[in-house]
Structure formats: structure tokens, C-alpha cells
């Protein structure tokens, strides 16, 4: 009887307690310290006056608060949203992760191009031309129509 006793205290201790998995976790598909790192840095860039050539946060362009934004990540990219747009890796809409850069066809500033920085959860951080890092979705009528694609680095 004590064998018995032994052996199905063993089986417990061995099974975790349990005899169920619990299917309920999901593991999150975001990199929650890269995002917590880009909400300070917006944070920090959210008064940034809209300046044409500007990399600095007396005053920036999208691709020089890309830029700048990604260096705090150890990320190096180019300087212009064109050859931010030409190098790095290509990504699928469907696919993007936070830190990605999405460009959009704006018809505004040089070349005509706008870029910001893919957040999670449908939303990217910009800076926008009317001053300030601003979180947007990129599925709004506006940034839809206009999305051109995304690069990852």
C-alpha cells in the first residue's frame, strides 16, 4: 500500500500539479521594450517643430526624426525618407513590427514622400508637418490611400 501511495505521489509532483494545458496564453506579437522605448521617444520629440532638413528636436523633417529615432535604438538608417525607402529590408503590411518604417506618397516635401514609425496594433508615430510627434492609425482614409510600403532594418 505505501508502494501504491509512493509512486502516485511521484506522478503528482512529476505532472506540475497539473493534468491540463492551459491553451488560453497567446503570446504577444510586438516587442513591448522597443514600443515602451518609442512612446518615451515620441514623448520627447512631441513639441518638435516641423523643419525642412532638420534632424534635432529644435526642429526636424519625418526622415530626420526617423532617423534620430532609431539611432536611440542603436538602428542606423539613411537620412531622406527616398533612400530610407531604397534600403532595409522590405515588409508586408501584414507583417510589420514595431520599429518598422512606413512611407507614404503625401505629394509634399521632397520627393513628394512622408515616413514614420510603425508602433503596434494598426497605429505608427510621425512627425507631422504641422509640428509634433503625433500616433496615428495607419489605416485611417487618409494614411490607407496614400500607404506605399514599409522596410525593416
Same mark, same amino acid.
Given at each position: 500500500?505505501?508502494?501504491?501511495?509512493?509512486?502516485?505521489?511521484?506522478?503528482?509532483?512529476?505532472?506540475?500539479?497539473?493534468?491540463?494545458?492551459?491553451?488560453?496564453?497567446?503570446?504577444?506579437?510586438?516587442?513591448?521594450?522597443?514600443?515602451?522605448?518609442?512612446?518615451?521617444?515620441?514623448?520627447?520629440?512631441?513639441?518638435?517643430?516641423?523643419?525642412?532638413?532638420?534632424?534635432? =528636436?529644435? $526642429?526636424?523633417?519625418?526622415?530626420?526624426?526617423?532617423? *534620430?529615432?532609431?539611432?536611440?535604438?542603436? #538602428?542606423?538608417?539613411? %537620412?531622406?525618407?527616398?533612400?530610407?525607402?531604397?534600403?532595409?529590408?522590405?515588409?508586408?503590411?501584414?507583417?510589420?513590427?514595431?520599429?518598422?518604417?512606413?512611407?507614404?506618397?503625401?505629394?509634399?516635401?521632397?520627393?513628394?514622400?512622408?515616413?514614420?514609425?510603425?508602433?503596434?496594433?494598426?497605429?505608427?508615430?510621425?512627425?507631422?508637418? =504641422?509640428? $509634433?510627434?503625433?500616433?496615428?492609425?495607419?489605416?485611417? *482614409?487618409?494614411?490607407?490611400?496614400?500607404? #506605399?510600403?514599409?522596410? %525593416?532594418?
Amino acid at each position: 500500500m505505501r508502494h501504491i501511495f509512493f509512486i502516485i505521489t511521484i506522478i503528482f509532483f512529476i505532472s506540475g500539479c497539473s493534468f491540463y494545458q492551459n491553451l488560453n496564453y497567446t503570446r504577444p506579437i510586438y516587442n513591448t521594450n522597443k514600443e515602451t522605448k518609442l512612446k518615451t521617444i515620441a514623448h520627447e520629440w512631441k513639441k518638435t517643430p516641423y523643419v525642412l532638413g532638420g534632424t534635432s =528636436k529644435k $526642429g526636424a523633417d519625418c526622415s530626420g526624426f526617423t532617423q *534620430s529615432a532609431l539611432a536611440q535604438l542603436n #538602428i542606423r538608417i539613411p %537620412r531622406t525618407t527616398k533612400t530610407q525607402l531604397g534600403s532595409g529590408r522590405k515588409v508586408s503590411k501584414s507583417k510589420l513590427q514595431t520599429g518598422d518604417l512606413v512611407f507614404f506618397k503625401t505629394g509634399r516635401g521632397p520627393n513628394g514622400m512622408h515616413v514614420g514609425i510603425y508602433m503596434s496594433k494598426g497605429k505608427f508615430i510621425h512627425l507631422s508637418t =504641422k509640428g $509634433g510627434v503625433k500616433e496615428v492609425e495607419l489605416n485611417n *482614409s487618409y494614411w490607407k490611400a496614400r500607404y #506605399i510600403g514599409a522596410r %525593416r532594418y
